[in-house]
């Protein structure tokens, strides 16, 4: 019963370890959004293309939709995709992948570079180029702005802003 309120990734059993899971649907803001556009869950549903009862089960039970749905979701209701979810600690390009449940190497795939690259990167031993950023923000399903913060973190990090200054 606990599994209704864990992100995608834990219910797929795509991890094992609960704090992994980091990122949750905002459920009665979502359900505060619809309402106060006098929308119902079917007219959510039908711009969405999914059913009515998978927006209740958002609302009531705090699933998180698929990536590309939710960012299609905030876009529907007009409002920015980090108002749709909630953060339990920072947010990495590992939880983004998590979350949207891929592998290391298929993300590689998709910017075209070796693993290890993206795993330096990843793993924060690189700074996030800037050319990713758009192909992150398609794979992952997060608007471009959620990644350009995570580069501003890395960047601060590498230049040793972070210890003693």
């Known amino acids: 019963m606990g599994d209704d ?3 995608l990734e834990c219910r797929r059993g795509l991890t094992t370890r609960r704090r992994a899971c980091r990122v949750r649907i905002r459920r009665e803001r979502l359900r505060e959004l619809r309402r106060t556009r006098g929308l119902t869950q079917s ?14 089960t958002w609302e009531t039970k705090g699933r998180m939709p698929l990536p590309d749905r939710l960012h ?24 983004l992948r998590r979350r949207a ?3 290391q190497r298929e993300v590689a795939a998709h910017l075209a570079v070796g693993i290890p690259t993206y795993c330096d990167v990843e793993r924060q031993r690189q700074s996030l180029p800037d050319r990713w950023v758009p192909v992150l923000s398609n794979i992952f399903g997060v608007p471009v702005d959620i990644l350009r913060s995570l580069s501003r973190i890395q960047a601060l990090q590498h230049d040793g802003g972070g210890a003693g200054n």
Do not use: N, W, Y
Request: charged share 15%; with cysteine; glycine share 6%.
């Open 43 to 56: 007219q959510v549903a039908a711009a969405l293309s999914c059913s009515r009862s998978a927006v209740s």
């Open 101 to 103: 449940g891929m592998l």
């Open 5 to 7: 309120h864990q992100p």
């Open 72 to 95: 299609s979701l905030a876009k529907f209701l007009g409002v920015p995709f980090s108002e749709l979810v909630e953060h339990e600690g920072p947010v990495t390009l590992r939880t």
